[in-house]
């Protein structure tokens, strides 16, 4: 491939090195020049230009970049189709990541054009989470180098994704007078939360004293326990394993068990007890596992949730990577994040896009109607804006000039959704797309026909999101009735950006295995004002017929 400088007209057929605006629009970086865009780009007084030209053999980047992701082996892993010699690879299913080391080592030491990078092994991963990317970094790549590339393959599965199975799981907490019920009560809680990405189902607890017989007794109830499907047996002692003849350990033995390993080389989480009974995997829990911060349980629940059974010697070789202190995702020593350089942040996307069809005379807009003289657009973003948010997103639609004038001087980025028609998918896809090039951790969702939602509200739901460490969806409530704003954590982008119709984020939260806190913010997190009598009942008018 020849790269360099060239008179413009000497162009036709070489690929644009950089983006170049001509007067109707910018020719991409990537573009391949045709004889209309020679004309207009000398129309445009450009007299010369930074272009590729293929030599034989070459490959453009998009083609190599679709060959090679053909040529990676995968399961349970989607691939998207090129762009900017980019191929992202998706996992299919909830499930446990595992890359081919070995493989990807080889596949990037062909040549430097090609690289290709995936998260850590042995990741708890989403549905739709991207898990790997294949990037050629120039514009063309030899075809001989990418042979070479899909040779040092050798068929390997490259890309793996170990869907997790449902389980019915069976907990047992033992009982000394100095452990709380309310302890028991949140470890209970936190289990159900831990299964809820494999929609295991928690079919049955026991409650036992704290004695190996005891707790025996209940390990072979467990195993009658009525099930359809694979069974785990979970064990939180109310006192710490401190010996392998210590009470779990010893109720294993004493039910017909055997104790594959007391401790792992994983902290937090080092004082986990590992058995098997009639082939039904059994876990003593650690201590820390009563909490929902990241632990060695999660590693080991997590793996049998994938229908896998460790052994001693699986578990002995998890030291690297098992330092975990204040690390609450994926197992690779990385940096807190109450420890790391960005706080977690959450964007705004405000909701005004919607036609306003239930004011009923097709001429009032809902969101231009007053209160305190405030068009109650201007008012729920003004609300928005005084909140800890970072930056915030109005997506408008209907009578869209109408809505930015009412905006005006505010530090509002705007989101003209030209298909809000085609329902609020679109106005969501139009404001997290928007949204999510800041980077934050979270985006807000907040509709902007609710006039009660105040900025400690708000603030409120971004405290909760923090404390989640932005792993989990928030949403405002009144007497346990979900409402709105919602907070949708980065995990969940991409399935919201793939909704389509009259549909908003409800099934992605329901379905996406993570955790939700729901923040009490009382009857704000239902006042909306989709007709006349509730936009009078909560304040508002209009000044006149127009508006």
């Given at each position: 491939m020849k790269f360099g400088e060239v008179a413009t007209s000497q162009a036709i057929g070489c690929i644009l090195a950089h983006s170049t605006k001509v007067a109707a629009r910018a020719l991409p970086k990537g573009q391949v020049l045709g004889?209309?865009?020679?004309?207009?780009?000398?129309?445009?007084?450009?007299?010369?230009?930074?272009?590729?030209?293929?030599?034989?053999?070459?490959?453009?980047?998009?083609?190599?970049?679709d060959a090679l992701a053909a040529a990676?082996?995968?399961?349970?892993?989607?691939?998207?189709?090129?762009?900017?010699?980019?191929?992202?690879?998706?996992?299919?299913?909830?499930?446990?990541?595992w890359p081919d080391k070995e493989a990807v080592?080889?596949?990037n030491s062909v040549d430097p054009a090609i690289t290709l990078a995936t998260l850590a092994e042995g990741g708890s991963v989403k549905r739709g989470e991207m898990v790997a990317t294949i990037k050629i970094i120039p514009l063309a790549v030899s075809n001989r180098a990418i042979g070479t590339a899909v040779s040092s393959l050798f068929?390997?599965?490259?890309?793996?994704?170990?869907?997790?199975?449902?389980?019915?799981?069976?907990?047992?907490?033992?009982q000394l007078p100095t452990l709380k019920q309310s302890v028991i009560d949140k470890t209970t809680r936190n289990l159900v939360r831990r299964l809820e990405s494999s929609h295991s189902t928690l079919v049955s607890e026991f409650r036992s004293d704290h004695r190996a017989d005891a707790v025996a007794e209940q390990i072979r109830d467990a195993l009658r326990v009525s099930r359809s499907r694979p069974q785990v047996i979970v064990i939180f002692g109310a006192s710490a394993v401190t010996d392998e003849r210590d009470v779990i350990p010893e109720a294993i033995r004493l039910a017909g068990g055997r104790v594959?390993?007391?401790g792992m080389p994983v902290d937090p989480g080092n004082l986990l007890v590992i058995g098997d009974l009639a082939g039904v995997p059994v876990i003593g829990a650690p201590g820390c596992a009563r909490s929902s911060k990241e632990n060695g349980f999660d590693w080991i629940l997590r793996r049998l949730l994938t229908g896998e059974r460790p052994e001693a010697i699986d578990i002995t070789r998890m030291g690297v990577g098992g330092l975990l202190k204040e690390i609450p995702t994926r197992p690779s020593p990385r940096q807190g994040r109450d420890q790391r350089s960005k706080p977690i942040s959450?964007?705004?996307?405000?909701?005004?896009?919607?036609?306003?069809?239930?004011?009923?005379?097709?001429?009032k807009h809902k969101l231009l109607a007053r209160f305190d003289g405030i068009p109650l657009v201007r008012r729920t973003a003004s609300s928005v804006l005084n909140s800890r948010v970072t930056t915030v997103v109005a997506v408008t639609?209907?009578?869209?000039?109408?809505?930015?004038?009412?905006?005006?001087?505010?530090?509002?980025?705007l989101c003209h959704n030209s298909s809000y028609l085609s329902g609020i998918a679109s106005s969501l896809a139009c404001g997290i797309s928007e949204a999510a090039k800041d980077n934050a951790d979270g985006v807000l969702v907040a509709l902007a026909d609710m006039p009660n939602v105040s900025p400690s509200d708000i603030n409120a739901l971004i405290d909760a999101f923090i404390d989640a460490e932005g792993l989990s969806v928030v949403r405002a409530a009144t007497h346990g009735k979900r409402g709105n704003p919602v907070i949708i954590p980065r995990s969940l982008f991409a399935d919201v950006l793939a909704l389509q119709g009259d549909v908003g984020a409800k099934h992605v939260i329901q379905n996406s295995g993570l955790n939700i806190v729901d923040v009490q913010i009382g009857k704000a997190a239902h006042i909306d004002v989709d007709t006349p009598e509730a936009l009078m009942a909560a304040g508002g008018a209009f000044e006149d017929s127009t508006h």
């Open positions: 004889v209309g865009e020679i004309e207009e780009l000398l129309n445009a007084g450009i007299r010369s230009l930074t272009v590729a030209s293929l030599d034989d053999g070459d490959v453009p980047e998009n083609y190599a970049a990676i082996g995968s399961s349970q892993v989607r691939i998207s189709p090129a762009t900017t010699g980019r191929v992202n690879f998706y996992a299919e299913e909830n499930g446990i990541f080592d080889l596949f068929g390997r599965a490259v890309l793996t994704v170990d869907p997790y199975l449902r389980h019915d799981v069976v907990l047992i907490s033992t594959l390993r007391v959450v964007a705004a996307v405000l909701l005004a896009a919607g036609t306003s069809s239930r004011m009923g005379d097709g001429i639609g209907h009578r869209n000039v109408e809505i930015e004038n009412a905006l005006e001087g505010l530090c509002v980025r």
